[in-house]
């Protein structure tokens, strides 16, 4: 690992695994084939893929970013990195090390830096009253910079992060025909790509989770990530927008010299 290229897998929604810095950093675990009323219709993860994560990134406690079975399986040995207010919670339900961040605190994992942003989105997990917690995204830095905004609609100050970022993983989208507040749908997720000027993007949040049927579900999975690169293409057109399927991974090449990178 510490001679390869840093790289992302998306394992589908908001699950992503982050190699870098010698560490392996999983974001949001929803590694089931069904979360409540939501089945899984991407293809199923690869066995073992998510196995031995040397840290958890967790963005918020909605059940399809905080799945109770899939941070028990992957989170019983591994630290977990949470919104404050969310640890009482998720020690009571068998994870043993929850570390509680507010936006702007940092820590490291090995040799990666690890800090909390900002983000725009309901705390509440519903709907039967658990605890609020207020979400939070991820800056993660090592030999690059990567943005993993959890789940969020733009928010002041997104703009501080503009010219640090090698990557950003943006959600375009949900599991249901439409999107309350507190999203980024393709439009909104593309003024985000034009404000943060990453060199690559990458929708997430899409094409994942479905409800069961017999309630409707769109034909195109696809169409969300499609329209967003679109619409990014014409808004912030230096920036390289990469499509993953469930599953796939990009490497991402050595930072550049002249790129700044907060601390």
């Known amino acids: 690992m510490n001679d390869a290229h840093p790289a992302v897998t ?22 089931s084939a069904r979360v409540g009323p939501l089945v899984r219709i991407a293809p199923p993860i690869r066995p073992g893929l998510a196995d031995g994560v040397d840290a958890i990134l967790l963005s918020h406690l909605h059940a399809d970013h905080a799945d109770l079975r899939s941070l028990r399986r992957v989170g ?5 990195f949470a919104p404050r207010g969310a640890g009482r919670w ?3 339900r068998g994870l043993r090390t929850v570390h509680e961040m507010s936006p702007g605190e940092a820590t490291s994992v090995g040799g990666v830096r690890v800090t909390a942003t900002p983000a725009r989105h309901d705390g509440r997990r519903r709907p039967l009253g658990g605890p609020e917690a207020a979400p939070i995204g991820f800056l993660v830095q090592a030999e690059c910079s990567i943005y993993f905004a959890g789940d969020t609609d733009l928010y002041p100050g997104m703009s501080e992060l503009a010219g640090s970022l090698d990557l950003a993983l943006l959600p375009v989208s949900g599991w249901g025909p439409t999107l309350g507040p507190g999203h980024l749908d393709p439009e909104r997720a593309a ?9 690559v993007a990458v929708p997430i949040h899409w094409g994942t989770f479905a409800l069961s049927r017999p309630l409707p579900r ?7 990530a499609r329209e967003f690169a679109a619409l990014a293409a014409r808004w912030a057109p230096t920036v390289e927008v990469r499509i993953l399927p469930p599953g ?10 002249d790129r700044k990178h907060p601390h």
């Open 10 to 31: 998306w394992l589908g929604h908001a699950s992503v695994l982050l190699e870098l810095g010698g560490v392996r950093v999983l974001t949001d675990p929803v590694l």
């Open 76 to 80: 019983a040995r591994s630290p977990v």
């Open 90 to 92: 998720l020690t009571a």
């Open 191 to 199: 003024k985000a790509t034009a404000i943060l000027a990453p060199r």
């Open 218 to 224: 769109s034909d195109d999975p696809e169409r969300p």
């Open 248 to 257: 796939g991974r990009i490497e991402l090449p050595s930072v550049k010299p």
